[in-house]
């Protein structure tokens, strides 16, 4: 999907918002969000931080993969890697 982007601002090339592939900040920004933080979308959000409270990390990749599906993305793959961080492998369905 092509998009603003933005890093913990704005990109901002020649002058004006940098566009281009955004599916990877996407995909980051639900991973993050609490459900309820999109107006527009409150039932989207996982909410990582609560992950780190449970000892059962398979229903929070359930409840991302159920989440970047709702937001038109083919879930090919979501798994903890060995040194605990997320991979993601997903693409807006066009």
Known sequence: ???????DDLVISNGDFAIGNSDNQHVKHIL???KGEYKSAPEV????EN????????EF??????NLQYD????????????GTINV????IN
């Open 89 to 92: 492998d997903a693409k807006y």
């Open 32 to 34: 993050i969000a609490s």
């Open 61 to 66: 990749l359930i409840d991302a993969k159920r």
């Open 1 to 7: 999907m092509i998009d603003i982007l933005f890093t």
């Open 45 to 48: 959000g996982v909410g990582i």
């Open 72 to 83: 038109g993305m083919k879930v090919s793959n979501i798994a903890f890697t060995e040194d």
């Open 51 to 58: 992950m780190l409270n449970t000892e059962e990390p398979n």
